[in-house]
């Protein structure tokens, strides 16, 4: 299921085999009642739960939505193709060898050679330049801004499920940038929605580079099994996410905002307000070091909260910690 991981099952057979209802279970794993009953419906064998077991039917059943192309299977196949372009074949020669060498039989097309030449490992590898008739693909430079519909594998914030826009389920996180008018430093925000935990991390500058270690470091600080998904804006810098999901074998989403629509991730926007009152625009560096926003950040986690009925987030993000 979408927002189980390994440690989740873990923790939901043991409490199965504790004896705990569908509602119980509820409240210590944070998941709804009917997400807890599909888990155990699609993924338990011979009428037993067992997690590891769950955790690889449920990983195969994933595989098996994924569509993959006979390059990205048989890396054989592949290399013979790219050699070939190396020494500046066509894709039509390249498809009608492939198709002689095995009797006649089509192997790959030579529109399936060209989608390969524009992905993004083929424009890593910048085959478009064996191509006798060159266009260089649009490609992202990291932390350049560009058009906001180029973010890789781009997923929209109303594809979010109801339980992270209600703020009932743990561990969904909202990322954004703080900048500033005299300097490249930036400031990596998130914050976990239900609880409104912050963490601030020092980058210097607004690259995508510097973007995918600041979500290494929330991940690092929040723990694995705590960060089941972040939402972002358009900017370039987000473009890392692809490569970061890739990084970690747990599995966690990551949504986007629609353009010029900030308020959709108001929890770190408000974060952001509270944050200005201690770094302004005009903040030096010397006031902008990784301990002086450790301290602020601590402070802000440590105050009784409204939205919390005067609860302090530190506490909260604690309690729902796994």
């Known amino acids: 299921m979408k927002h189980f991981n390994l440690s989740k099952r873990k923790m939901l057979s043991e ?40 955790h690889r039917k449920a990983n195969q059943r994933q595989n098996q939505k994924t569509k993959r192309t006979k390059l990205e299977i048989s890396n054989t196949l592949k290399q013979f193709v790219i050699n070939k372009l190396q020494e500046e074949w066509s894709p039509e020669q390249i498809s009608a060898e492939l198709r002689i ?12 050679i060209y989608q390969f030449i524009y992905s993004q490992e083929g424009k890593t590898r910048k085959l478009w330049k064996h191509l006798r008739h060159r266009k260089k693909p ?28 209600t703020r009932e389920e743990f561990g969904h996180w909202e990322g954004d940038l703080m900048i500033f008018s005299e300097m490249k430093l ?20 607004k690259t995508a580079k510097e973007m995918e270690m600041a979500i290494h470091e929330l991940i690092t600080s929040a ?4 960060v089941l998904s972040i939402t972002f804006d358009n900017g370039a810098e987000n473009v890392c996410h692809q490569k970061v999901r890739e990084d970690y074998s747990f599995c966690f989403d990551t949504f986007f905002c629609d353009p010029y629509c900030s308020w959709q991730k108001g929890s770190v926007e408000n974060a952001n307000k509270l944050l200005r009152q201690y770094f302004p ?4 560096m010397e006031d902008l070091t990784q301990d002086k926003v450790d301290a602020v950040v601590k402070k802000l986690n440590n105050r009784p909260r409204k939205c919390l ?14």
Not at 32 to 38: F, G, K, Q
Not at 101 to 112: M, P, R, V, W
Not at 223 to 226: D, T, V
């Open 281 to 284: 625009r005009d903040v030096s």
């Open 138 to 165: 649009k490609r992202i430079s990291w932390g350049t801004r560009k058009k906001r519909d180029i973010i890789p594998e781009r997923v929209s914030i109303h594809d979010r499920s109801d339980l992270i826009n």
């Open 223 to 226: 723990g694995q099994i705590n």
């Open 101 to 112: 060498l095995a009797n006649g039989k089509t192997t790959i097309s030579h529109e399936t």
């Open 15 to 54: 409490l199965l085999k504790q004896g705990k209802t569908y509602r119980e279970i509820k409240e210590m794993i944070y998941l709804s009642i009917s997400s807890i009953s599909d888990e155990i419906k699609r993924n338990s064998q011979d009428g037993k739960y067992d997690p590891d077991i769950a």
């Open 309 to 322: 009925g005067f609860k302090k987030s530190s506490d909260e993000f604690d309690f729902c910690s796994v």
């Open 186 to 205: 930036v400031l990596a925000v998130f914050v976990e929605r239900m609880t409104r935990k912050v963490i601030a991390v020092v980058n210097q500058n």
